[in-house]
């Protein structure tokens, strides 16, 4: 996402300007919409796609919807919401797969564009769902092109058709079409071909996809650009649409710096649907594309559904329903802590993690303070401890954590403080299994804890102390007495929307993330 982050950034500024006016005028709107253009213009997004996207926020901006509502400025964060979704494809498409296998998938785009890579990625991803692709090494052109490939089919643990050594020698067609059939005999069911591609658009690379296109009749054509690229994107999707005539869109690299707005183009260009994002150089790092999420994280409203998405894939719920036994009856030890934080690990990056959280577009700063390696360090005193000591730590003596401090590369002083704050997230637990609300140091009770159905419980409460008189006026002044009294609700995210989807999640605060990675490691 750091792509779109300065996108983010000046949008977020800019509804925080809405949330202090209780009623929008004209001038108003139009102003914010200025700002959302400028924004947009900054970030590289097509001209014609700017204005239309703002025309369609200034006249629904303006009608009745806002003015009936009860709150106008969430209403306007709503309608930008709901019009960038339309900019990004609406709804999301997912592979389309042959009746009779197998399934081919033919990749092109520009040099330097990420198509080998993206290659491997969606091998390891449809292996992960159970099926058998070939790659296909159909770029006989870029030097150590077949290599690459035969290097990310082995990472990516998939089957390599390369009969052609590459760097100009062989026929890519006949390399495609046979891979096709060699598919075929084998029952691999998805045939994958990696096509060459040029430093930019000219005829010859349009004529060999186009060809390629003929002869192997693929069922989806992806067509791979750099989200980094600038306006060149547009007129390079058009040139390829015009060619080859793509069936899908892959966005690569949306884990660089740049504006990355153009890309954002592509789908309302085209009208070809963005169906995969890449986020960063590891075979993992790549995700099935949903407009609505994008469009979220690019509001800072988070991403709480692909972030639930990637922890079901990572957790193993037999081994979290042990671990929430053994927390209930306090027995868990730091053996227990290393799976978790090994789990925690398969997940990925904890600073994408984090950042899907809802208004954490206004801690960048601390995101990218935060050190990963704490965990890497905690894994190594836990790992240089004895069985014994795991299971309990008590038993660590001056002479048994100087051992354990050597072993790992750390100091004494490390040991103690993981120590320590094993000892402060085992009593928190305990008190969460118990349906207590934990009390963190530094940071005060954990919001949203306790009982299940507590919070409803308050909420019945807090809905019983209104006024119960018989006349409307006294019961009206009563009441709002009680309103005046109550205390107020938190901000929530930057826009006054309480955080997303959720409602009331409020982003974690710099003393969270602090004490986050104090109990990774050193603070």
């Known amino acids: ?29 139009d102003g914010t919409v200025r700002e959302i253009r400028r ?11 700017v204005k239309e996207f703002t025309a369609k926020i200034r006249e629904r901006a303006l009608g009745d919807e806002v003015n009936r509502a009860l709150n106008p400025a969430q209403q306007v964060v709503q309608i930008v919401n709901e019009e960038l979704i339309g900019i990004l494809g609406g709804q999301q ?60 089919g082995r990472q990516a643990g998939a089957a390599v058709y390369a009969p052609e050594p590459g760097n100009g020698v062989g026929d890519p067609v006949r390399v495609a079409m046979d891979g096709v059939e060699v598919a075929r005999r084998q029952q691999h069911d998805v045939v994958i071909i990696d096509t060459a591609g040029r430093l930019g658009v000219d005829a010859e690379l349009m004529k060999q996809a186009a060809n390629i296109r003929r002869a192997t009749d693929p069922d989806e054509v992806l067509f791979v650009i750099d989200a980094m690229i600038g306006q060149d994107a547009v007129n390079t999707a058009k040139a390829f649409q015009d060619g080859v005539d793509f069936t899908g869109v892959v966005l690569s690299k949306l ?6 707005g153009a890309a954002l183009s592509v789908a309302s260009v085209t009208g ?14 790549v995700e099935p594309f949903h407009p609505d999420r994008m469009a979220s994280r690019i509001l800072d409203l988070g991403d709480i559904l692909t972030l639930i998405e990637q922890a079901q894939q990572a957790f193993d719920e037999e081994e ?49 303070d935060f050190d990963e390696r704490e965990i890497d360090r905690t894994e190594a005193i836990i790992r240089s ?3 014994a000591e795991r299971r309990n730590p008590k038993i660590l003596n001056g002479s048994r954590r100087l051992r354990i401090a050597r072993g790992s590369g750390m100091t004494v002083t490390d040991v ?74 938190p901000a929530g995210t930057g826009f006054g929307l309480g955080g997303g989807a959720g409602g009331g999640q409020a982003a974690p605060s710099a003393e969270d993330l602090a004490e986050l990675q104090k109990l990774l490691g050193r603070g």
Request: no cysteine; glycine share 10%; charged share 25%.
């Open 272 to 285: 070809r649907p963005i169906i995969f994002a890449s986020t960063g150089e590891g075979l993992d790092d």
């Open 39 to 49: 924004a947009l213009l900054d970030a590289d997004v097509a001209l014609p796609v």
């Open 255 to 260: 884990d660089g710096d740049a504006r990355g």
């Open 1 to 29: 996402m750091a792509t779109f982050g300065t996108l983010s950034d000046r949008l977020t500024e800019t509804f925080r300007n809405l949330r202090t006016k209780g009623k929008l005028t004209p001038a108003d709107v």
């Open 320 to 368: 979290a329903r042990k671990v929430a036994e053994k927390i209930a009856t306090e027995q868990f030890t730091l053996e227990d802590f290393l799976q978790q934080m090994q789990q925690l690990k398969k997940m990925g990056s904890m600073k994408k993690m984090l950042g899907m959280l809802p208004g954490m577009g206004g801690m960048k700063q601390q995101l990218d």
């Open 416 to 489: 103690n403080q993981l120590v320590q704050r094993f000892d402060q997230a085992a009593k928190m637990m305990k008190t969460v299994a118990r349906g207590g609300v934990p009390n963190i140091p530094g940071m005060g009770p954990v919001p949203g804890a306790g009982r299940p159905g507590a919070s409803a419980k308050r909420g019945k409460q807090q809905k019983a102390k209104g006024s119960r008189s018989g006349n409307p006026a006294k019961r009206a002044a009563e009441n709002a007495g009680i309103a005046a009294s109550a205390p107020a609700a």
């Open 93 to 152: 498409r997912r592979l389309q797969f042959a009746k009779n296998p197998p399934t081919v998938i033919m990749l092109a785009g520009l040099q330097g564009s990420g198509k080998t890579t993206f290659a491997g990625k969606l091998a390891k991803m449809l292996e992960k769902d159970g099926h058998t692709p070939l790659l296909v090494a159909a770029d006989l052109q870029r030097p150590n092109a077949v290599n690459q490939l035969q290097v990310v």
């Open 385 to 387: 401890m004895t069985p």
